[in-house]
């Protein structure tokens, strides 16, 4: 069974940034595309932005200009750069496959307060 270990989360100020790491493990990492997704309260988890095995990106409206995914695969780690946070970024973020899943993490709490 695949496992993903997220790290990052946080309190942030409106206009500051957080980063997000996602470790998988029990996969060939350095094959597989890779997502991260948000569930704010009372909401349904949403996609944010995906990489696929060879690099390339997509990002949801709201993630972009202001969000970055990236991998490094000698670590087993996508990664979630966000920018300019929004209030309306609070959510809990989770890492995932891109078009598969497995059993989703813990997340991270990201919370946009001022």
């Known amino acids: 069974q695949v496992q993903l270990v997220e790290s990052g989360g946080g309190l942030v100020q409106p206009g500051g940034s957080l980063r997000h790491s996602c470790t998988a493990s029990?996969?060939?990492?350095?094959?597989?595309?890779m997502g991260w997704y948000r569930q704010a309260p009372g909401k349904q988890r949403e996609l944010v932005a995906t990489?696929?095995?060879?690099?390339?990106?997509n990002y949801a409206d709201f993630a972009k200009g202001r969000f970055t995914i990236s991998r490094d695969n000698a670590k087993n780690t996508v990664y979630l750069q966000m920018n300019s946070l929004k209030p309306e970024d609070t959510a809990v973020y989770y890492c995932?496959?891109?078009?598969?899943?497995?059993?989703w993490g813990q997340g991270t709490q990201v919370t946009v307060s001022s």
């Open positions: 995932n496959g891109d078009t598969w899943k497995t059993n």
């Open positions: 990489i696929t095995s060879g690099g390339n990106t």
């Open positions: 029990r996969i060939i990492f350095s094959l597989t595309g």
